[in-house]
């Protein structure tokens, strides 16, 4: 394992270079993840929106709207920040500007705490 500073490149951290193959193996395994948690919520997220609830039930409704926002959250995770993540984890290192970081950052929590709200907001109810 080969260590060099990522400082070169925007002064973020070490950073470690391991063989093709484990680099390969790790990006299909991130891929893999990242695909699993796009592909299992479009279902789900289909199914809601095409069968409508009838106007006169609105607990129905209320629980459509609950279960669409919560597949949302995971969907939105696993659309824009795994990708990003994959990479850092995989080169340690933070490769993008640091304005993006801190947008990571931001909706990396965002989501996560919007998914945890959403399952407590659905055990209450």
């Given at each position: 394992m080969l260590i060099i500073l990522c400082y070169e490149v925007n002064g973020s951290c070490y950073g470690t270079h391991h063989i093709f193959g484990i680099h390969l193996a790790f990006y299909l395994a991130c891929a893999l993840g990242t695909?699993?948690?796009?592909?299992r919520n479009l279902p789900v997220i289909a199914v809601i929106l095409q069968f409508k609830a009838p106007p006169t039930n609105h607990q129905h409704t209320s629980t459509s709207l609950q279960h669409l926002?919560?597949?949302?959250?995971?969907?939105?995770?696993?659309?824009?920040?795994?990708l990003f993540s994959t990479n850092q984890s995989v080169k340690s290192c933070?490769?993008?500007?640091?304005?993006?970081?801190r947008l990571h950052t931001f909706l990396g929590t965002l989501f996560r705490l919007t998914y945890a709200f959403h399952l407590y907001l659905i055990s209450i109810d």
């Open positions: 695909l699993i948690t796009v592909l926002s919560l597949t949302l959250a995971p969907l939105l995770l696993g659309l824009t920040m795994l933070w490769y993008f500007r640091d304005d993006f970081c």
